[in-house]
């Protein structure tokens, strides 16, 4: 199965003066970084179409102004738009004509800007409010740090502290209250699922950091760009003994990528060219649960997004405690049925194979469990 | 002293701060030893005399090519009285915020967390309370938003 990675713009500047190289993979792409790095001269550089400048890209690269954008938005189709600290890009009209736009047109928008995002949070709350997905989403893995030698330019992600190592994790924060909190809590010891969610999993976190001493919090990290500064700051940067899982996109991700379903035509078709798929929703946690919808149609382990959901327990316990039904089970494509640990068959070898390593229910622990239990009861 | 702002925007708030320097900028500006300091430890230039800029990558340069964020110090600098939109400003400007602040009355507008130096002093201007060091400044930057913007 490709890397996310691989599905992208690549964006090359050639110049005497001035180099750079960088892709851009979904709809909203944040960059910023220390003053004097470049990042207006690369403004500016697109903006001269100048014959002395070499640019490649696979889309037209066009500049918006402050007193212009919204007709830029409504009028540009298949095309990177850049906004260089333009004051519009915090305004709420901003976010609703992105949310409108971007798709419809096939547009891609690089912001360049330090804000906070507020207008795109408060617009989704609306979202959150009616469980849809009409606006659009940044993902964590879409802000950058620009950086420069002096004349070559590139991006660097945004710094993410990474598990290494599960086996010593005392608690799992689960932002999902649904089907991929029933998930954790039922392989994992010391799971706790957030009690609202994307916009307070910061909340539940700081009642927790103090009582644990390492920390993995499972944050969808597909739609968690526009808080991520705000968790950052007040956790990452004061606590050492908090984790994210890497490469998380969301819970149906994580089993689109499973044993269960990589090997699916479909879900490998899509997954090896998302700039095409998942770009056509305005977040791709939103395409993830419909992908795996479409691929477990009319299979043993379906797999629907809902607002009432019921994890199938093809996920949660072995093929060989199934209780389908013999006709059933027949037909079923999983490949580890014979696997007698189900969470091993579905992850061993797989993006996600650091989670085996999580202290399991079924497994003997060496923990002190009574301050956890306390601090959990009391949560 | 440093006083933070981080409500809307208002009238005295220069927000385009690009824009507002390049239409602005005077050329005795450029003799100021602090304007002088910033446009080398910032932008890695050198005044040489008036506005001739000498940058390590472009050559001779006029102030409308410097960085937004040293063109924002310098308004800071220069332009007292008005209040200069420090979003503008990566995190590697801050020091000199700081620095500013020690030497006269500032007043910013701030739309992000900005990363200041682990011990300073602010007041931010909405609640009036004055913050000690940069963890200080980080949960009242936050209680602000969620208090007053529901955020």
Partial sequence: MKNLSTSSIDISVKSKVFNFRGSISRRITVIRGDSATGKTSLVNVIKSHSPAIQIESSMPLIVAANDTWKSTIHFYTDSIIFFDDLSCTESKEFAEVCSEYLIKNNLYIVIIGRQSFDNFILLAEEDRNLHSYTKVALSVSEIYDFKTNGVDHWLEPAKIPVIDDCSDVDCVLVEDRGKGGDFFENYFQNVVKSSQGKSQIMEDVLKLVNNHSKILVMIDLAAYGFHWEKFYKNVLFKYSNVFILPKRECFEQMLIYSNMLNNNLIVKEETGNLLKYANTFNSWENYFETLIDRVTYKRPYRCVHSRHPILSDCYLVNCSECTIGTRITEKCDFCYKDSTDKLDALFRDTEFECILDLPRKDKLANLDTTKQTESLNSF | ?151
């Avoid at chain 2, 001779?60 to 410097?66: A, D, S």
């Avoid at chain 2, 007043?107 to 130096?117: G, N």
């Fill in chain 2, 1 to 151: 002293m440093l006083n933070i702002m981080l409500g809307d925007f208002n009238d005295k708030c220069i927000i385009n701060v690009k824009e507002h320097f390049n239409l602005f900028k005077e050329t005795e500006w450029f003799s100021d030893p602090f304007v002088r300091k910033v446009i080398k430890e910032v932008d890695k230039s050198e005044v040489i005399a008036g506005e001739y800029i000498q940058s390590p990558v472009f050559g001779g340069i006029t102030p409308e090519r410097l960085s937004s964020g040293v063109k924002a110090l310098i308004l800071m600098k220069m332009e007292p009285d008005l209040i200069v939109y420090a979003t503008r400003c990566g995190d590697n400007c801050s020091p000199f915020i700081v620095e500013l602040a020690e030497q006269q009355e500032l007043t910013i507008m701030l739309h992000h967390c900005m990363t200041f130096p682990e011990e300073f002093t602010a007041r931010i201007v909405e609640t009036g309370k004055e913050v000690h060091n940069y963890e200080e400044f980080i949960d009242e930057f936050y209680r602000y938003k969620r208090e007053v913007k529901g955020i």
